[in-house]
């Protein structure tokens, strides 16, 4: 892992009135992170994101972005950023390129007609760049919006929902191009997502927030093996199976059965163990697949935050 801290967060505070929306938030995202942003609806996501882009002021704490700090630093800093928040805006009756064109000059970059042309190429637009913008598909729109923010090359990318509303084609063009974004161009990404599959798949680093407040940080790979998991076992004789486990401690790592099919909760450390002991008493174990999710490691995590 990169030590380069892009952002850099600190009790980060935002207050409206009684309610605290965001409650003393700590997060650090490294140069090349694919940094996921979790939490269920009214975490504080939305809020932070906004501080980040300084579109609202924090109530206290401190951000840190570039190595620099955020508000003296406003305009350098946003130099280097690109976002979509929420879902992209465009002028519906004018073409791909023009919308890119426009937008390129309102930004103040010089960016040359070859650069419009470059985005859309890789957002996979460039064959629908005379396309007028009302005939695109939603996921058309998002990749659109991607072209938009790496107009004037930004270090650093938010982006809000991504692939909210698209249909499973749609939410693949994202998941790739934010890949191809991250391995093949070095950006950092900082996306926010309630799909959590989508974050499964993409993200080296997650937070997970809930009423505000971080409740864990880390890899994505560390978090998920530190957790048991859940092994779905294939045997011959279920019925067979089921008494022979009974009286042994594995019982208690027992959830359910489908079929063939049983299902344990248990310690990665211990399928060897448990599949050798079936083996031994003539049960044919056909398949150990293990089965294990951000979804599932996701909603017991926020659950035990909320009691």
């Known amino acids: 892992m990169n030590s380069e801290k892009v952002i850099e967060v600190t009790g980060l505070t935002k207050k409206y009135k009684k309610l605290v929306a965001v409650n003393n938030l700590n997060l650090n995202v490294y140069k090349g992170d694919v940094f996921g942003f979790l939490g269920p609806n009214g975490a504080g996501k939305s809020t932070t994101i906004r501080m980040l882009l300084t579109l609202i002021k924090p109530t206290s704490g401190s951000i840190k972005i570039f190595g620099q700090e955020l508000k003296p630093n406003r305009s350098n800093i946003l130099s280097r950023i690109g976002a979509i928040v929420e879902k992209p805006d ?21 960016i040359s007609k070859d650069k419009i042309t470059e985005m859309l190429e890789l957002v996979g637009l460039k064959d629908r760049e005379n396309s007028k913008v009302k005939t695109f598909s939603h996921g058309m729109k998002q990749r659109l919006g991607i072209a938009q923010t790496l107009l004037h090359d930004p270090e650093l990318i938010i982006l809000d929902e ?20 991250s391995r093949e161009k070095g950006k950092t990404i900082f996306l926010s997502s309630h799909i959590l599959r989508e974050i499964e798949l993409i993200a080296t680093r997650m937070i997970i927030l809930n009423k505000g407040k971080t409740v864990i940080e880390g890899t994505v790979e560390d978090l998920l093996n530190s957790e048991s998991l859940k092994v779905q076992i294939e045997v011959n004789d279920i019925t067979k199976t089921l008494d022979l486990i009974k009286p042994t401690e594995w019982q208690l790592n027992y959830r359910s059965t489908e079929k063939s099919k049983i299902i344990f909760e248990i310690e990665k450390s211990k399928i060897s163990g448990l599949t050798k002991f079936l083996i031994n008493n003539d049960i044919e174990v056909s398949a150990v697949v293990p089965i294990r999710s951000l979804e599932d490691y996701f909603l017991r995590i926020t659950e035990e935050s909320s009691k």
């Open 90 to 110: 465009f002028y519906l009756y004018l073409s791909a390129r023009k919308n890119l064109e426009i937008l390129a000059k309102i930004s103040g970059k010089e």
């Open 162 to 181: 991504p692939t909210t509303g698209l249909d499973p084609q749609g939410m693949k063009e994202i998941r790739d191009l934010i890949i191809f974004l």
